[in-house]
C-alpha cells in the first residue's frame, strides 16, 4: 500500500481532518499530505500513503491552479468568507479596473505570508498566534503568479482563475486586490483544480475511496510511487547497478541511460525490473546519485 491518492478535500475539513478520515479508511498511520489547502476550500488535496511520504518533498513543489470568486467591499481577518468582518465598504464597479487591479498581481510578487497560516515564527504555526489574538512581524515572500484570468465580472463578485507556484497564499493575493482597490475584498468561494499533474477531474471523494477500499479495489485510487512524478524520466537498473543505488551510491550515468538527455541537478526516477520505485537521483557529473531511496539493501 504505497503511493499517491488524488483526494477532493470538501470544504469545512482542515487538510489534517483528511489526512486522518484516509489513516482510518486505510488503516494506516503512514499517510501525508503534500501542502495544505485552506478549510473552507475544496479541490484537489495530493496525500501520499506508506513508502511514497517520502516522495511529499518533491511534490510539494508542484505549481498550483485555483478558481476563485473575489467578493468585494468585504474584508475579513481570515481573507475568507469564513472570517470575521473587518469592514464594509463600498465595491469598485468599475470591471476594467478590477481587471487591471487584478493583472498587476502576476509575476513574481512580494507576499506577507497572513496570520491565519501555517508558517512557523519560533516554533509555532502563525495560524495558533491568531486563534490566541497574537499578531507578529512577517518577512515578505517572494512568490509567483504564471497567470490570471477573468471568467466573469459581475461585481460585487469576480471570478478567475490563477495559477501559482508553491506558497501562494490566493486568501492573501484577494486581500491585497481589495486593498489596491481601496474598497477591500476577500475569498467567497475557492477550489483547487491542480496540484501539478494531478487535477480535479481525476480526485475522488473520501467517500469513493471508502468504496474502492471496501471492494478490494484500490489500485483505481491509488497511483504507484513509479508514476507519481509523471515528466520525471526513469531508468531501470538491475544486478550490480541495482545493489549499487539500494546502498546510496552513484553509479556512471551512461551506462543506466546511455542516451539519456537531463539537465545537471535534474531528478530522475530509478526503477527495477518489476517497474517499481527503487529511489530518486539526480544527474550530476556523468554519474546517477541517488538521493532518496525507497527500498533496502536487504530487498535486493
Excluded at 486522518?20 to 501520499?48: E, K, N, W
Excluded at 496540484?195 to 479495489?217: D, K
Aim: contains cysteine.
Amino acid at each position: 500500500m504505497d503511493g499517491v491518492i488524488n483526494l477532493l478535500k470538501p470544504p469545512g475539513m482542515t487538510s489534517h481532518d483528511c489526512v486522518d478520515a484516509v489513516r482510518r479508511i486505510l488503516r494506516t498511520r503512514r499517510v501525508g499530505h503534500t501542502g495544505t489547502l485552506d478549510p473552507g476550500a475544496a479541490g484537489v488535496l495530493v496525500l501520499c500513503v506508506g513508502s511514497a511520504t517520502r516522495l511529499s518533498e518533491f511534490l510539494v513543489e508542484s505549481d498550483k491552479s485555483y478558481r476563485v470568486e473575489l467578493f468585494l467591499g468585504v474584508s475579513t481577518h481570515t481573507g475568507d468568507a469564513y472570517g470575521e468582518v473587518l469592514e464594509t465598504r463600498e465595491p469598485e464597479r468599475d470591471c476594467a479596473r478590477v481587471e487591471e487591479a487584478l493583472r498587476s498581481f502576476t509575476g513574481r510578487i512580494q507576499q506577507l505570508p497572513p496570520m491565519v497560516s501555517a508558517v512557523h515564527h519560533e516554533g509555532r504555526r502563525l495560524y495558533e498566534l491568531a486563534r490566541k489574538g497574537v499578531e507578529v512581524p512577517r518577512t515578505p515572500r517572494e512568490v509567483t503568479v504564471y497567470e490570471l484570468r477573468v471568467l466573469r465580472c459581475q461585481p460585487p463578485r469576480v471570478l478567475f482563475d490563477i495559477t501559482c507556484s508553491k506558497g501562494t497564499y490566493v486568501r492573501q493575493l484577494c486581500h491585497d486586490v481589495g486593498e489596491k482597490l481601496g474598497c477591500g475584498a476577500h475569498a467567497a468561494f475557492m477550489v483547487r483544480t491542480r496540484v501539478g499533474a494531478y487535477t480535479l477531474e481525476e480526485s475522488v471523494t473520501l467517500e469513493e475511496l471508502q468504496e474502492e477500499v471496501a471492494a478490494g479495489r484500490l489500485d483505481r485510487v491509488l497511483t504507484p510511487g513509479a508514476e507519481a512524478l509523471p515528466g520525471v524520466p526513469d531508468v531501470e537498473v538491475t544486478g550490480t547497478l541495482r545493489a549499487a543505488i539500494v546502498h546510496g551510491q552513484p553509479v556512471p550515468l551512461w551506462k543506466v541511460a546511455p542516451h539519456l538527455q537531463v539537465p545537471p541537478r535534474s531528478l530522475v526516477k530509478v526503477l527495477d525490473e518489476d517497474g517499481r520505485l527503487l529511489a530518486l537521483g539526480r544527474a550530476e557529473g556523468g554519474k546517477l546519485k541517488p538521493v532518496k531511496v525507497f527500498r533496502s539493501p536487504a530487498s535486493t
